[in-house]
Nanobody, 118 residues
Framework: QVQLVESGGGLVQAGGSLRLSCSAS????????MGWYRQAPGRQRELVAQ???????SYADSVKDRFTISRDNAKNTVYLQMSSLKPEDAAMYYC????????????WGQGTQVTVSS
């Protein structure tokens, strides 16, 4: 099992920045990719960014050049630096990890709310 604790959400004005953090505990040795998803009311959960254990990152087109994902493997923590925030970035943001040995599991955090005022 892996437990995920997110922090860093809040209210920010459009154009502002926020940094989300997600710390993993438990069976962390088998964590592979870590990432962030978001879900706005009435919309499907969507992938925002993901980063492999080796540091290869990928982003949704809507956040490229504005968001940066990073991870500290020693701390089992993934970060999402969000800049130039737009009202459409407002959502509940969920941390996600892919855990893999001979089989694969996905774990989710409880979510942290990001609100962007225009």
């Amino acid at each position: 099992q892996v437990q995920l604790v997110e922090s860093g959400g809040g209210l920010v004005q459009a154009g502002g920045s926020l940094r989300l953090s997600c710390s993993a505990s438990g069976s962390v040795v088998n964590i592979n990719a870590m990432g962030w998803y978001r879900q706005a009311p009435g919309r499907q959960r969507e992938l925002v960014a993901q980063i492999t254990r080796g540091g290869d990152a990928s982003y949704a087109d809507s956040v490229k050049d504005r968001f940066t994902i990073s991870r500290d493997n020693a701390k089992n923590t993934v970060y999402l630096q969000m800049s130039s925030l737009k009202p459409e970035d407002a959502a509940m943001y969920y941390c996600n990890v892919i855990w893999r040995t001979t089989y694969q599991r996905t774990f989710w955090g409880q979510g942290t709310q990001v609100t962007v005022s225009s």
